[in-house]
């Protein structure tokens, strides 16, 4: 093990390998910070050029790409309310109304800092602790997931800032939604209308195109001619400093933020959307202020990009210790791997110890790159994105539809991000937020698999009960549920005995 590190670390400053990695992490950057260009369908398409490349500088390529599109996604999230990567969903909630404050450099400060922070955390634990915490995740069936989904859900209530009820209609429109195409377990065919393309299902990033991006470029054109840019962002002196300052102020927020999204990241399929709204959940639930959140704080975002750049590193946890990828990006990670003829599993840490230890390094490194590129180079990209209205609209249409159509090169994507677009745009109006219909979205393919197999399970022991009630996991996932939709009702009880007794 000794050997392989050493080899490693001499593998990790190879200069050509060096320069690989660097030129993946600003290049990621970009992708990231482009609307509908995401981890995925950067790393899908760079893979094919690693063929003739030797296995390290590959993966720190790929690796590089990774962490770098997956903090690339906050710039356009914070400057334009329109996450470049799912992941930076939260990253909107205060994000963009700093930006509208007039605080768009503290917001990208923030977003920098704290994407540096977590994305190291998440390298240390891959690089330390992958084989117990893939052991963790072994652990995880059926039930745990639907309660796990179920807790994911209950995060409705905080994100639900006008209405509680408009959240929780909203949340179950998204569970009407990921219901469409072929059961996953059955094999019925519901919602398509008789269109063979739906049988795969909504395409995700098609929907969150539609609901973040098209609102806002319709808000664009409705503001007069006159205000030319959507940012008042211009960078200024000293800002950098202080925001810094009070982040390193705040370490149980980061480490916290951090911890969230690696676990997440371990668990197969849950993502880093997902682990950016849990942890914004928790930093709302542990804020002694909790109605500064969704109205422009930094906490908010330092919350959002702590926990799903840790979740990258989380994430390839179980992919190389079991072949299991925790998220979309980690499974063409999977495709590289075997590619250079490596399966995951103990021969990583042993016939392949020096590639793989190589790769491990690299990441603690590349998240060290991000956070130096995303300091100096953000404010580059984002004078690209601060343009007149006039051209910036055009841009953001064309980027949009250019992405919904590459997903799967299906011109009735498109016609479904416009038409979801509209929804978001109505809906919008009307006081409903998209982050609740995008959660069950998100969480309906994973609770509907959980539980329809748990009740299988059920039938299989005899007894339902058992099988949803006396897991150890998912006792402690219900208990989470309880104390999750409980509070912010206390809470709400609280601030109307408060407000009835200053009357």
Same mark, same amino acid.
């Given at each position: 093990?000794?050997?392989?590190?050493?080899?490693?670390?001499?593998?990790?400053?190879?200069?050509?390998?060096?320069?690989?990695?660097?030129?993946?992490?600003?290049?990621?950057?970009?992708?990231?910070?482009?609307?509908?260009?995401?981890?995925?369908?950067? $790393?899908? =398409?760079?893979?094919?050029?690693?063929?003739?490349?030797?296995?390290?500088?590959?993966?720190?390529?790929?690796?590089?790409?990774?962490?770098?599109?997956?903090?690339?996604?906050?710039?356009?999230?914070?400057?334009?309310?329109?996450?470049?990567?799912?992941?930076?969903?939260?990253?909107?909630?205060?994000?963009?109304?700093?930006?509208?404050?007039?605080?768009?450099?503290?917001?990208?400060?923030?977003?920098?800092?704290?994407?540096?922070?977590?994305?190291?955390?998440?390298?240390?634990?891959?690089?330390?602790?992958?084989?117990?915490?893939?052991?963790?995740?072994?652990?995880?069936?059926?039930?745990?997931?639907?309660?796990?989904?179920?807790?994911?859900?209950?995060?409705?209530?905080?994100?639900?800032?006008?209405?509680?009820?408009?959240?929780?209609?909203?949340?179950?429109?998204?569970?009407?939604?990921?219901?469409?195409?072929?059961?996953?377990?059955?094999?019925?065919?519901?919602?398509?209308?008789?269109?063979?393309?739906?049988?795969?299902?909504?395409?995700?990033?098609?929907?969150?195109?539609?609901?973040?991006?098209?609102?806002?470029?319709?808000?664009?054109?409705? !503001? !007069? =001619?006159?205000?030319?840019?959507?940012?008042?962002?211009?960078?200024?002196?000293?800002?950098?400093?202080?925001?810094?300052?009070?982040?390193?102020? !705040?370490?149980?927020?980061?480490?916290?933020?951090?911890?969230?999204?690696?676990?997440?990241?371990?668990?197969?399929?849950?993502?880093?959307?997902?682990?950016?709204?849990?942890?914004?959940?928790?930093?709302?639930?542990?804020?002694?202020?909790?109605? !500064?959140?969704?109205?422009?704080?930094?906490?908010?975002?330092?919350?959002?990009?702590?926990?799903?750049?840790?979740?990258?590193?989380?994430? $390839?946890?179980?992919?190389?210790?079991?072949?299991?990828?925790?998220?979309?990006?980690?499974?063409?990670?999977?495709?590289?791997?075997?590619?250079?003829?490596?399966?995951?599993?103990?021969?990583?840490?042993?016939?392949?110890?020096?590639?793989?230890?190589?790769?491990?390094?690299?990441?603690?490194?590349?998240?060290?790159?991000?956070?130096?590129?995303?300091?100096?180079?953000?404010?580059?990209?984002?004078?690209?994105?601060?343009?007149?209205?006039?051209?910036?609209?055009?841009?953001?249409?064309?980027?949009?539809?250019?992405?919904?159509?590459?997903?799967?090169?299906?011109?009735?994507?498109?016609?479904?991000?416009?038409?979801?677009?509209?929804?978001?745009?109505?809906?919008?109006?009307?006081?409903?937020?998209?982050?609740?219909?995008?959660?069950?979205?998100?969480?309906?393919?994973?609770?509907?698999?959980?539980?329809?197999?748990?009740?299988?399970?059920?039938?299989?022991?005899?007894?339902?009960?058992?099988?949803?009630?006396?897991?150890?996991?998912?006792?402690? $996932?219900?208990?989470?549920?309880?104390?999750?939709?409980?509070?912010?009702?206390?809470?709400?009880?609280?601030?109307?005995?408060?407000?009835?007794?200053?009357?």
């Amino acid at each position: 093990m000794t050997e392989n590190m050493l080899v490693a670390i001499g593998n990790v400053f190879d200069p050509a390998s060096f320069l690989l990695m660097t030129l993946g992490v600003a290049g990621g950057i970009i992708v990231g910070a482009l609307p509908g260009l995401t981890a995925t369908m950067a $790393l899908a =398409l760079l893979v094919p050029f690693t063929f003739s490349m030797n296995a390290y500088a590959s993966l720190m390529m790929l690796g590089g790409v990774y962490v770098g599109a997956m903090y690339g996604g906050c710039i356009a999230a914070i400057l334009v309310n329109t996450p470049g990567t799912p992941a930076s969903i939260a990253t909107t909630f205060d994000g963009y109304p700093l930006t509208k404050k007039g605080k768009a450099e503290h917001a990208l400060v923030t977003a920098a800092f704290s994407s540096g922070i977590g994305g190291v955390i998440g390298a240390l634990i891959l690089l330390f602790l992958s084989p117990p915490l893939a052991e963790a995740a072994l652990k995880f069936g059926p039930p745990e997931y639907f309660w796990l989904s179920v807790f994911g859900l209950t995060i409705i209530a905080t994100l639900s800032t006008g209405s509680m009820l408009k959240g929780l209609i909203g949340g179950a429109f998204g569970l009407l939604l990921s219901t469409v195409g072929i059961s996953p377990i059955g094999g019925d065919m519901r919602f398509t209308f008789g269109f063979y393309q739906f049988q795969a299902g909504l395409e995700l990033i098609v929907v969150l195109i539609g609901f973040f991006c098209i609102p806002e470029v319709l808000a664009m054109i409705e !503001k !007069k =001619l006159g205000e030319q840019t959507i940012t008042s962002y211009k960078p200024q002196k000293g800002v950098a400093k202080q925001v810094i300052l009070e982040l390193i102020k !705040k370490p149980v927020l980061l480490i916290r933020s951090s911890l969230i999204g690696a676990f997440v990241g371990i668990v197969p399929g849950a993502g880093g959307n997902i682990a950016s709204l849990m942890a914004y959940n928790e930093a709302v639930r542990f804020s002694k202020d909790k109605s !500064k959140f969704g109205t422009g704080i930094i906490d908010g975002v330092a919350a959002s990009e702590a926990s799903n750049n840790a979740e990258v590193g989380g994430s $390839l946890v179980p992919l190389l210790t079991l072949g299991i990828p925790g998220a979309a990006p980690a499974a063409v990670m999977l495709g590289a791997l075997m590619i250079q003829g490596m399966r995951p599993g103990p021969e990583l840490y042993t016939t392949y110890g020096d590639i793989t230890y190589t790769f491990l390094f690299s990441f603690v490194l590349a998240n060290i790159i991000m956070l130096v590129l995303g300091f100096y180079g953000s404010r580059h990209v984002a004078r690209v994105i601060n343009l007149p209205v006039s051209m910036l609209a055009p841009i953001v249409v064309f980027l949009t539809i250019i992405g919904s159509y590459a997903i799967r090169n299906n011109m009735l994507d498109v016609g479904m991000m416009v038409f979801f677009g509209l929804i978001g745009y109505i809906t919008k109006k009307t006081g409903f937020t998209p982050g609740p219909i995008v959660l069950g979205l998100i969480l309906g393919p994973i609770a509907e698999n959980g539980l329809v197999q748990s009740m299988l399970m059920g039938q299989a022991a005899g007894s339902m009960f058992q099988v949803f009630f006396t897991r150890p996991i998912s006792v402690v $996932l219900i208990i989470l549920c309880v104390i999750s939709v409980a509070l912010p009702v206390i809470s709400s009880i609280r601030n109307r005995k408060g407000g009835a007794s200053i009357a």
